[in-house]
C-alpha cells in the first residue's frame, strides 16, 4: 500500500491472494479456518495496518452485531467475585471468543453502568438467576433469542440443574448418621428480607421464583423419609452469598447453647458451608464430630482445604457453554437439564 488511506479487507484479501470470507473468517469465526491460516491472515494484518472489519459497518449491512448480552441476577461487582457466577461466565465467554462474538454484562441489581437502551445491540439474551423484577427483561427488544439459566421465563429454552434431585441425595447421605438437630441455611428463600432465622411472619418465594424452593424440597424429602418432623427442623436465610452477609447468622446458630446448636447444617451453597466451617473452627467446635455440614456447588475452595467440603458439584462453566451454544444456534433451543455429582468429603464423611 502507498497511500495513508485506511486498509480495507478488500485490500487485505488481495494481498494474500484470499477471499474476502477467509479474512473476515480469520476475525470473526476462526472455527472456519484452520490455525496455520487463521495465524498467516492475523500475523500479516498486523503488519500492514490492518486491525479488523469495521462492526459499525458490518452491523448497519447485515442487522446483527455479534455481541450477546448476558442478564445477571446481581450487580456486576458480586457476580464476578462470586465463585459460580464467575465460573459460569467464564463458560459463555468460551463459547462467544470461539465464535466471534462479545459478551455485554447487564446487572439485574444495583447501579447499572450502561445507559439506557444499551441492550438493545445484542443479537440475544442470556438470563442468569433469579431477576429481582421483569422490569429489565420486559425492556428488551423483541424478536431476540432468549435462554434463561437456573430462572424460568415462559415459552424460552432454559439451562437447568435437577436442585430438588442434587439437594435431596446429599441429606439423604448426611442423614445416614441421623442428627439429633438438623438445621437448614438457605440462600435468598423469602420474599421479604431477611437475614437470620425464618419465622411464621416469613413468606417463602414461589417455586417459580428461586431454585432454594426445590433444594429446600428436596432436602425436606430425604427429612421426611427418615422420619424426621419437617416442621421442626429449623431455617435459616442468607441474603447474599458472601462471607461478610453469611458470618453474623451463623455466627448466631453456632453460639446457640449446646444442647441447642445444630449438629448437621444443610447448606445451600459452598460459601455458607465454607463460613459455617470457618466459624466452627475458631469456636474450637470440631467437624465432622459435633458438627456436620454440607455444601451446594462444588467450588474448587471447598476441595482444596482441610477438612474437604462435604457437596454438590454443578457443572457451572458447562452451564455457560451450553447456554452460549444455544444462543449462537450451535445446538437445538430446548430444555437441558445438566447433571451433578456427589461430592464426599470430610466435613460429613
Known sequence: MTDQRRMTLKDLAQELNVSTATISNAFNRPDQLSPALRERILKEAKRLGYSGPDAKARSLR??????????????????????????????????????????????GRGHASQPPGSANIADGFIVYGLMPNNKLLDELPAQRTLVAV?????????????????????????????????????????????????????TLLPNTSTISRARLEGFHNALSEQGVDVAQVPLWNIEENTFEVCSPVIAEILDQPLEQRPDLLLCMSDRIALTALTLAEQRGIRVPEELRITGFDG???????????????QDSVGKGRVAAQMILGRIPLAQQLLQTELLLGDTCP
Not at 450477546?68 to 463459547?95: P, Q
Request: charged share 20%; net charge negative; aromatic share 4%.
Open 299 to 313: 467450588i474448587a475452595e471447598g476441595q482444596y482445604r482441610a477438612p474437604r467440603l462435604t457437596t454438590v458439584r
Open 62 to 107: 447485515t442487522g446483527r452485531s455479534r455481541i450477546i448480552a448476558v442478564i445477571l441476577a446481581e450487580s456486576l461487582t458480586y457476580s464476578l467475585n462470586d465463585a459460580v457466577a464467575s465460573e459460569f461466565l467464564s463458560g459463555v465467554a468460551e463459547v462467544l471468543d470461539a465464535h466471534g462474538h462479545t459478551l455485554l454484562l447487564l446487572p
Open 150 to 202: 437456573d430462572f424460568d421465563i415462559e415459552g424460552c429454552p432454559t439451562v437447568h440443574i435437577d436442585d430438588t434431585a442434587a439437594s435431596y441425595k446429599i441429606a439423604q447421605h448426611a442423614l445416614n448418621q441421623l442428627p439429633k438437630r438438623p438445621a437448614i441455611i438457605n440462600l435468598r428463600l423469602t420474599k421479604e428480607v431477611c437475614n437470620g432465622r425464618v419465622t411464621a411472619e416469613h
